[in-house]
């Protein structure tokens, strides 16, 4: 193997325990996942509540700033607003399901384009708190 982290190589080695067989490339990620870090940029300090591969769920630690947070590997680009507490993301196969943010004032939320929505990105501005659907999103 050329070019793995300690994280895929461990995985690596990981597979074939479990009695895995083929391409050692297809288990980079088969034990431990890739950091969310790398999914996941926000300008201030958070902790994750809940990461997987179809929902991301974090409080942020900052009061009365602007926060950004940009979304990697998801239907959701961005949110940025003042005095943003928690953001609750649920997706699958490339469509959001569920947005909930938390915090006072507005926020503007952006979203990548999708099998729905081909021509351009969906951008809005919303009041916090707010829980949506797909459905209200479109």
């Known amino acids: 193997m050329h070019y793995v982290t300690a994280r895929e190589m461990y995985n690596i080695a990981k597979a074939p325990e479990a009695g895995k067989t083929g391409n050692p490339n297809a288990y980079r990620d088969f034990a431990i996942q890739q950091p969310a870090n790398r999914k996941i940029f926000c300008n201030h300090h958070y902790a994750l509540m809940e990461y997987s591969k179809n929902r991301v769920s974090l409080e942020v630690h900052c009061d009365l700033s602007n926060t950004v947070l940009k979304y990697k590997e998801s239907p959701l680009e961005h949110i940025e607003g003042e005095d943003i507490s928690r953001v609750d993301v649920v997706h699958s196969q490339g ?3 569920r947005l909930q943010v938390e915090g006072k004032g507005e926020c503007t939320v952006s979203c990548n384009k999708s099998e729905h929505r081909k021509q351009r990105k969906t951008v809005g501005n919303f009041k916090m708190p707010f829980d949506l ?4 999103m479109v």
Request: hydrophobic residues 45%; negative net charge; without cysteine.
């Open 95 to 97: 469509s959001l399901i």
């Open 133 to 136: 659907s797909w459905n209200e």
